[in-house]
């Protein structure tokens, strides 16, 4: 709305988009702050295996703790993080504490699990970004096949060519790769044919209402039909009820994550759950 404002002068930007720029460079300079002072920890979400009942791993989630605003939550600040380029930063610093932590847990003798870590389209676009992951691994004497990474579906719709290299890459060093929120990022099935994935989440809002809404119940199938005609392994986000549970594997779906097994908790209580069920404890349906 570049309207004349009077007395001969031009507004170029409405008070709510002033408002809103300056939000962005408030939350920005602050996150740059978190850096330095070290507010950003890293909270681990179990992922199961329910036709074992067993736990499988962690999704490794970014957790800000800001000291006036409390928590701030990652789909507010990834956003801003990813347009000021911070979002390099970031996450290296939470690949390096996922990789430290899960090889902390080996070197206690806990049973070996996956961590996954997600992966912005920006960092996709990192030159480096294989050798950087490579030299994370190396440092925390981390093995990539207990490294997984999430790549959310809509970071495929640009630079196809160059993101189909440097997943290459990354799977050649040996580190596990899934899609995550699939479903929902308005791209061609066609990448899951040429993009070397592994397994496939399926994003939790048609996971929500199973097992009531027939088009969920509709997408979901279909959606485990692919995967597994594709040979990718799938899981299901965003698990809460039971009746998801035997849906899903009635379904032949057998990996789930959600607030019914586990929200995110930090790596003490984390390591509580690994030493119960590495225990030869089973997950309670
Ligand atoms: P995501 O990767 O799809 O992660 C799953 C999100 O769903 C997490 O939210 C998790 O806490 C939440 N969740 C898990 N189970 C349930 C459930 O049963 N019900 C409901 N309602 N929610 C559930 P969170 O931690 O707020 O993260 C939101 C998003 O922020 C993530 O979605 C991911 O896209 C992004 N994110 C988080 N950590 C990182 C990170 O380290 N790097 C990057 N690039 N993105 C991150
Ligand atoms: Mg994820
Ligand atoms: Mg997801
Ligand atoms: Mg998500």
Redesign the pocket.
């Known amino acids: 709305q570049a309207k004349a404002a009077g007395g001969g002068t031009y507004r170029f930007f409405t008070p709510d988009m002033n408002a809103r720029i300056s939000e962005r460079v408030t939350l920005e300079n602050s996150l740059r702050q978190a850096l330095h002072d070290n507010q950003i920890h ?2 681990y ?1 179990p992922q199961v295996d329910m036709a074992e009942g067993r736990l499988i791993g962690f ?5 800000w703790h800001h000291p006036v605003q409390g928590e701030i ?3 507010r600040f ?1 956003p801003i ?2 347009e000021s380029n911070l ?1 390099n930063q ?2 290296s610093r ?2 390096h504490e996922a990789c430290r932590q899960n090889r902390a847990w080996q070197d206690m003798g806990l049973p070996p699990v996956v961590i996954a ?4 389209a920006v ?1 996709l676009r990192q030159p480096e970004l294989a050798g950087h992951i490579a030299a994370v691994l190396a440092d925390t004497g981390l093995d990539a096949r207990w490294l997984e990474l ?1 790549i ?1 579906e809509s970071a495929f719709v640009r630079d196809t060519e160059r993101i189909v290299e440097v997943l290459q890459e990354l799977r050649g060093l040996g580190i596990k790769l899934s899609v ?2 699939f479903g929902t990022g308005y791209s061609s099935l066609g990448y899951l044919k040429r993009l070397p994935f592994d397994r496939i ?1 399926i ?2 809002s048609f ?2 209402d199973l097992p009531d809404n027939g088009d969920d119940i509709a997408i979901v199938r279909a959606i485990i039909g692919i995967a597994g005609s594709l040979q990718k392994e799938v899981i299901a ?4 009820q039971p009746q998801q549970i035997d849906f899903l594997l009635a379904q032949g779906c057998r990996l789930m ?4 097994f586990g ?2 908790a930090d790596g003490v209580q984390a390591e509580v759950l690994l030493r119960r069920l590495g225990d030869g404890g089973r997950i309670p349906d």
């Open positions: 890293v909270h979400q999704e490794a989630l970014v957790r939550p990652p789909t990834i993080a990813e979002i970031i996450g939470v690949l870590v997600n992966l912005s960092q999430e959310t995550d929120d989440k994003d939790q996971v929500r986000e965003g698990v809460e994550q959600g607030y019914h929200r995110p």
